[in-house]
């Protein structure tokens, strides 16, 4: 009978293995793996998701982190701001993101609203969006000053990524869309990611803010640290989906577009109607006889 045994695996073989992105496990992203990312200094990507379909792409092309952002509001449903929409709005996107997806961590906004005003309330929302959205977290904006509610949650067992720099919900406040930071404000910034931690939040989203500071804060918490329009010192990055496909028609200085969807999609819609108004489609090969 043999002795011999199989040889460990190379440390580089299981990191592999684990990657967030191009990793070979299939189970669902814990917020743990994305602790374990920020150890091995690997960076990911996160994307948001809104729908079954597109979530399901995502997921297949291996994001292993989904924002069913505040987004919505405009980009689902055509506000201006993010300010509108509501629980009631993101708890059927999230869902529907959810039972899309095997592999990706699922993360839900809390919205303008729904999270302010106490603990109690931020708790509310974030059971909806867990029991009746699928979400596996919540994101909320803001440092020490919804400390309380980060407390609050993760003391409840529920996951919360963090959110600083431009947070769009108090877009009113800080007089538009507007890097933010800048000189004396870094200390601020700097000073609320570290509450956040102490909080017990798991990541922390940092928008819009310069890049120096971006990779002064992830040097200085222990949490990962997600940018967007935050340079390049960042663990990890996330875009807007319609923004990232070509799809958004507009958007800012910081996102690079990957696709020109709104150009594939409006040829193949005038290709369709074309075909329609001159009696090509249907044709046999798509007609029941």
């Given at each position: 009978?043999?002795?011999?045994?199989?040889?460990?695996?190379?440390?580089a073989a299981q990191a592999g293995s684990l990657a967030?992105?191009?990793?070979?496990?299939?189970?669902?992203?814990?917020?743990?793996?994305?602790?374990?990312?920020?150890?091995?200094?690997?960076?990911?990507?996160?994307?948001?998701?809104?729908?079954?379909?597109?979530?399901?792409?995502?997921?297949?092309?291996?994001?292993?982190?989904?924002?069913?952002?505040?987004?919505?509001?405009?980009?689902?449903?055509?506000?201006?701001?993010?300010?509108?929409?509501?629980?009631?709005?993101?708890?059927?996107?999230?869902?529907?993101?959810?039972?899309?997806?095997?592999?990706?961590?699922?993360?839900?906004?809390?919205?303008?609203?729904?999270?302010?005003?106490?603990?109690?309330?931020?708790?509310?929302?974030?059971?909806?969006?867990?029991?009746?959205?699928?979400?596996?977290?919540?994101?909320?904006?803001?440092?020490?000053?919804?400390?309380?509610?980060?407390?609050?949650?993760?003391?409840?067992?529920?996951?919360?990524?963090?959110?600083?720099?431009?947070?769009?919900?108090?877009?009113?406040?800080?007089?538009?869309?507007?890097?933010?930071?800048?000189?004396?404000?870094?200390?601020?910034?700097?000073?609320?990611?570290?509450?956040?931690?102490?909080?017990?939040?798991?990541?922390?989203?940092?928008?819009?803010?310069?890049?120096?500071?971006?990779?002064?804060?992830?040097?200085?918490?222990g949490i990962p640290t997600i940018g967007i329009g935050?340079?390049?010192?960042?663990?990890?990055?996330?875009?807007?989906?319609?923004?990232?496909?070509?799809?958004?028609?507009?958007?800012?200085?910081?996102?690079?577009?990957?696709?020109?969807?709104?150009?594939?999609?409006?040829?193949?819609?005038?290709?369709?109607?074309?075909?329609?108004?001159?009696?090509?489609?249907?044709?046999?090969?798509?007609?029941?006889?």
């Amino acid at each position: 009978m043999s002795t011999t045994t199989s040889a460990p695996r190379s440390a580089a073989a299981q990191a592999g293995s684990l990657a967030l992105y191009g990793g070979t496990s299939t189970r669902r992203v814990t917020v743990r793996d994305i602790a374990l990312a920020k150890e091995r200094g690997e960076r990911w990507p996160m994307l948001t998701a809104y729908d079954a379909l597109t979530a399901r792409v995502f997921d297949e092309a291996g994001i292993p982190v989904l924002l069913v952002g505040d987004s919505a509001a405009m980009v689902v449903y055509g506000h201006d701001s993010t300010i509108p929409v509501t629980v009631d709005d993101l708890v059927p996107l999230t869902a529907a993101v959810a039972r899309a997806t095997r592999r990706a961590l699922v993360v839900a906004d809390l919205p303008f609203g729904s999270y302010q005003a106490s603990p109690a309330q931020a708790l509310d929302s974030a059971a909806r969006l867990m029991k009746e959205g699928g979400a596996q977290a919540v994101k909320l904006e803001g440092g020490t000053r919804v400390a309380a509610q980060v407390e609050a949650l993760v003391a409840a067992g529920i996951p919360v990524m963090g959110h600083l720099g431009l947070t769009p919900q108090s877009v009113h406040t800080l007089g538009g869309y507007r890097v933010q930071g800048r000189g004396e404000a870094a200390a601020a910034l700097l000073a609320d990611a570290k509450e956040l931690e102490r909080a017990g939040a798991f990541s922390l989203v940092l928008e819009c803010v310069p890049a120096e500071l971006a990779s002064r804060v992830t040097a200085e918490v222990g949490i990962p640290t997600i940018g967007i329009g935050a340079g390049s010192g960042t663990d990890a990055q996330v875009l807007v989906w319609q923004d990232m496909a070509g799809l958004s028609p507009r958007v800012a200085k910081f996102v690079k577009t990957y696709a020109d969807l709104a150009g594939t999609l409006t040829e193949a819609a005038r290709s369709y109607a074309e075909e329609v108004v001159s009696g090509a489609f249907p044709d046999p090969e798509h007609s029941y006889s």
